[in-house]
């Protein structure tokens, strides 16, 4: 097999010795060009695997380079040599195509780790194609723009910040990035930045030495060391404390941590996608986002739609999650039938694909028959009303009556809900002396449905 090749394109002599002398080692066939002009006459003759390019040439720049390989060899990755500490430089590339950037002076592991990632890239998308069409289940436009968008998305190492409500699966397209890239590979760590508490956020996304504190009676690798060689998934980001963004700012910009109580920062080789339901632009706007890591985050923006924005694809997600069900339950597929389409179609989804997949497991847990019927589904709007908050609401003669306070909810209904929900159902096991099916008889529901809230719930042990 023949050996790959990498162009090289700098104008220093030196540079380009060195660049050639690390690559050869690696088993790469390379190719210098000092010039943009050399440059683009090389690539037509030649074309490369990789093309490393400086961002400043005799007769042009890097990036009319990046436009040029976007344009004309767009299956083949390029990335920027800049100068030291040029963020807007580097940014400015990735936002052209560039599949990444290296800083000068120029670190040879990082060099090698950069080089190894584009190689890995599959000149034909095909399969690429295939994965996000399985797994981005919908035909509505936004979707098929968003489709495109992570296919490219996942030939490149750019940050990339997701934009959408909670529910609708701002995750997933973080997964589907790193799954279609150079480093499906490695791990793919995922972390809720607003569930982590302050004083343990620096450990947990950098690590700490043992004895750095009270606690700490061992080295524990951080997040950044557990994503290393694959991608880090911030979501929530918006919920960092300013101090903690600082240092995350640090982290991107030098691509190493320093965990707590060590002396020496420790390189990193991780991609970074984050996500958040809140407008980031005006967290910046009212300072509770620093503008510079938004900056140095949001280089290249996606939006994720919410459901209410692709009602035609109703049917076929509530066709694959209702799959998705039967087969952990293995039983025979489920389906809907008319009345339950109209009510899934005429229904506004504020929790988005999150809340249809709740609605869709708590009906097939309701439904006596295969066929979920509109009566099966129960929306928000079809429960009991609930008051507004500071009001109290009395239940009487049911296993678990108390006072609810509904301001108690603080920000959570779902979790409000599911609280209650947890104390009836222990009440009635207890009066019931864990007899399942006497309790499912006193609450009115079925066993099968008794069953499926007790492990929603993680009371089923």
């Known amino acids: 097999m023949a050996a790959q090749s990498v162009l090289i394109v700098d104008d220093e ?14 088993g790469l066939e390379t190719h210098s060009a000092a010039s943009l002009g050399e440059a683009q006459a090389r690539i037509s003759e030649v074309v490369p695997d990789l093309c490393l390019t400086d961002m400043k040439l005799p007769d042009g720049n890097g990036i009319s ?55 890995q890239l599959e000149g034909d998308t095909s399969r690429a194609d295939s994965a996000v069409d399985h797994d981005l289940i919908g035909s509505a436009p936004s979707v098929e723009r968003l489709r495109k968008q992570i296919i490219k998305l996942a030939r490149s190492q750019a940050p990339v910040h997701i934009r959408g409500e909670s529910g609708s699966g701002k995750e997933v397209v973080a997964r589907l990035i790193h799954n279609n890239g150079p480093r499906a590979a490695g791990s793919f760590v995922a972390v809720n930045c607003g569930a982590i508490p302050p004083d343990l956020m620096e450990s947990e996304l950098f690590g700490h030495v043992k004895g750095s504190f009270t606690g700490a009676t061992s080295d524990k690798p951080g997040l950044f060391q557990a994503a290393a060689g694959g991608t880090l998934f911030l979501d929530e980001v918006a919920d960092l404390p300013l101090g903690m963004q600082v240092k995350l700012l640090r982290a991107i910009q030098e691509k190493s941590v320093r965990p707590v109580g060590a002396s020496e920062e420790q390189p990193t080789d991780v991609r970074l996608l984050s996500a958040t339901h809140k407008n980031l632009a005006a967290e910046v706007e009212v300072g509770r986002f620093r503008n510079d890591l938004y900056y140095r985050i949001n280089v290249i923006d996606v939006q994720v739609p919410s459901l209410r924005e692709r009602r035609e694809d109703l049917p076929a997600l509530a066709k694959t999650i209702l799959g998705r069900i039967s087969s952990e339950e293995g039983t025979a597929k489920a389906t809907l039938d008319a009345s339950a389409l109209d009510a899934l179609a005429s229904y506004d989804f504020p929790g988005n694909v999150r809340e249809l997949e709740n609605v869709l497991e708590r009906a097939f847990a309701l439904s006596d028959s295969g066929t979920i019927t509109g009566d099966d589904l129960q929306f928000p709007s079809n429960a009991p009303v609930m008051r507004s908050p500071g009001t109290r609401t009395r239940k009487t003669d049911r296993p678990g009556s108390e006072i609810w306070n509904i301001s108690d909810a603080d920000g959570d209904l779902e979790g409000f809900l599911e609280d209650i929900e947890r104390k009836v159902l222990s009440s009635a096991l207890e009066e019931n002396r864990w007899n399942r099916t006497a309790a499912a ?21």
């Not at 002599?13 to 690696?26: G, N």
């Not at 195509?97 to 800083?103: N, P, Q, T, V, Y």
């Not at 008889?441 to 042990?461: H, N, P």
């Open 441 to 461: 008889k006193q609450l009115g529901i079925s066993f099968r449905s008794l069953r499926y809230r007790l492990k929603k719930l993680g009371l089923d042990d």
């Open 13 to 26: 002599p030196d540079i380009r010795e060195l660049l050639d002398i690390t690559l050869s080692r690696m």
């Open 65 to 119: 380079l990046v436009e040029y390989i976007q344009r004309d060899f767009p299956q083949m990755p390029v990335a920027m040599i800049t100068a030291h500490g040029s963020v807007e430089t580097a940014i400015s590339a990735l936002k052209a195509g560039a599949f990444d950037f290296i800083s000068k002076p120029i670190e040879l592991e990082t060099l090698r780790n950069l080089v190894n990632s584009a190689l």
